[in-house]
Every structure is written in C-alpha cells, then in structure tokens.
C-alpha cells in the first residue's frame, strides 16, 4: 500500500532554533500534502497544504513565515519551524493521498518536536 | 459548533465486548468519512473509509453512515487488548485534494 515517511520522528532543539520535518512518499506521487499538528490529548489541526510547486494554502492562525513549507517535488515535502519557541512543541504529521485514488490518505508516522 | 464532534472518552470495555464509537458532524457537504487508529505518538493508520450513506464490514469492524441524522459510527466485535488505542473520525467533502477535517479522538482500553 501507500507509505509516506516521515522523518525525524523525534527532535529536541533549543529555543530560537529552526528545525526541518520531511515528508516522502514512497512509491506514489504526492501532488498534495497536508500537514497537520497535535497537541497532547488534542485532534489533528490542518496547518497547511501543500501542492507541488505552487506556494502552500494555510489555515488561518498559521504564521506562514514562521511555518515554511516546500513542495519541491511530486514525493517530497518539509516544514521548517523556524526560530522554534517552547509552545511550538507538538506532534507534528504529514498526509498524501493514497494510490486508491484521491478519496483515501495516508499518513506519516508522525514528528515529536521538543523545544527547550 | 465544531463541525466534528467526538467523546473523548476515555472509554474502558472488557475484552471480547462489543464497542461502539461515534461522531457526529454540522456540514451536510461531507461526502467521505473514515476512521483512523492512532497508537500512542504515532501517525493515524486507516481502518474503514466510506462513501456516502450506508454500512460497511471488515473483519472485526463495521463502520457506518448516516447522512440523514450527520452521524457516523464504527463498532468494533469480540474487542481485543491491541485494539486499545484512539480512534480518529475524520470526513472530507470532495475527493481529490481537499484534506481530512478530524473529530478529537476517543481512547478505548480493552481491559484482559
């Protein structure tokens, strides 16, 4: 089946430091990624999505410069969290469509930002 | 109104019982819902993915629709201690790009 991978899975970073979560997906072609973030105990919010080579869409209360996202190619996305504070902890989690058309995504095993 | 609605929980059953999650939704647009499985800080694994109204079966899980009431619900038979975990609603308008707007999770522990 479809299978997006995520990495790093789990990343401490001192505060005012930027850090790059990536998103690939493995054997089909992502035009759209979205990414989500969650809290503890929380559901997953929609950050952004992303299609390839185009600027991403965000959700409103998502700082776009603070939160930069890359759609360089059908099976690669980032987000960087630049100058990361304490409150940008979160888990954070990446989805593409999956290769039973459009109607289904797939998921990203997910990224645990700390920040210190 | 959220447009999703889900109970927490926690919800604690013994194993073999029979469980029942539910979630409820505002936007009659929604056309595509499924429920996700999510494991302590790892990503949402699908489980069940509908089309409309109507009911659907696999192995131990049925998921059904409700257009008419904005209710969806997925039962889960003779429930097992590695079913413990929370379990995601999620729907979506259109097929294509448009993403997942998710209830808040209910945790279910199936007791030994």
């Known amino acids: 089946g479809a299978v997006v991978s995520q990495h790093p899975s789990r990343v401490i970073c001192k505060s005012g430091t930027s850090v790059k979560i990536e998103c690939r997906s493995l054997?089909?072609?992502?035009?759209?990624m979205f990414w989500y973030r969650q809290f503890p105990k929380q559901s997953l919010m929609l950050m952004a999505t992303s299609n390839e080579g185009s600027k991403a869409t965000y959700e409103q209360g998502v700082e776009k410069d603070k939160f930069l996202i890359n759609h360089a190619s059908l099976t690669l996305s980032t987000l960087t969290v630049t100058s990361a504070h304490p409150e940008d902890s979160s888990f954070y989690i990446c989805?593409?469509?999956?290769?039973?058309?459009?109607?289904?995504?797939?998921f990203g095993a997910g990224s645990r930002l700390t920040v210190l | 109104q959220k447009e999703v609605e889900q109970d927490p929980g926690p919800l604690s059953v013994p194993e073999g019982a029979i469980v029942s999650l539910n979630c409820t939704y505002s936007?009659?647009?929604?056309?595509?819902f499924m429920w996700y499985r999510q494991y302590s800080r790892k990503g949402p694994e699908l489980l069940m993915y509908?089309?409309?109204?109507g009911n659907k079966e696999d192995g131990r899980f049925t998921a059904q629709v409700d257009k008419s009431s904005k209710y969806i619900s997925l039962f889960i038979r003779d429930s097992q201690p590695s079913d413990s975990a929370t379990y995601l609603c999620?729907?979506?308008?259109?097929?294509?790009?448009?993403?997942?707007?998710f209830g808040k999770g209910t945790r279910l522990s199936v007791i030994a």
């Open positions: 936007n009659s647009a929604f056309q595509y």
């Open positions: 999620a729907m979506r308008k259109n097929s294509g790009n448009t993403p997942l707007v």
């Open positions: 509908t089309y409309s109204s």
């Open positions: 054997d089909f072609q992502a035009t759209t």
């Open positions: 989805s593409a469509a999956g290769e039973r058309g459009a109607n289904v995504l797939t």
